[in-house]
């Protein structure tokens, strides 16, 4: 039963999805490719999974697990447990004032128009 309860217990310790802070990216260079790839797809309306082969270089640097869009922005999914994910997201200009009380999605302003997000399922 002990062996059990270590089991159980190692996996809620480790299956958590992480929490990103503004100092482990160049949000900058994040910022501008996003923006750059969001006014290419409106342009093209392309609103859906996108391959990582497609990605601009500064995202694809991030090593994402998923990426994709929807109609409120570009979702760059670094991390993910069960129903749980997280990473970064880059929403349309007309979103971002809406994001302030969301709690699942929460979503955390990195820097700009750049914000962790975590779903917790």
């Not at 998923?66 to 993910?80: A, C, P």
């Not at 302030?100 to 399922?121: A, E, H, M, Q």
């Amino acid at each position: 039963m002990r062996f059990f309860k270590i089991i159980v217990l190692s996996v809620l310790l480790t299956g958590c999805v992480k929490d990103y802070s503004k100092n482990k990216f160049d949000l900058q260079a994040i910022e501008t490719a996003a923006a750059a790839f969001l006014a290419s797809s409106e342009a093209n309306g392309f609103i859906a999974g996108v391959q990582l082969t497609d990605l601009p270089e500064r995202l694809a640097i991030l090593n994402p697990e998923e990426v994709y869009l929807t109609d409120q922005g570009l979702y760059i999914q670094l991390d993910s447990f069960f129903v749980q994910a997280s990473g970064l997201f880059v929403p349309r200009t007309h979103l971002v004032n809406s994001l302030k009380n969301s709690t699942d999605p929460k979503y955390t302003r990195l820097s700009g128009n750049v914000f962790s997000y975590i779903i917790s399922g």
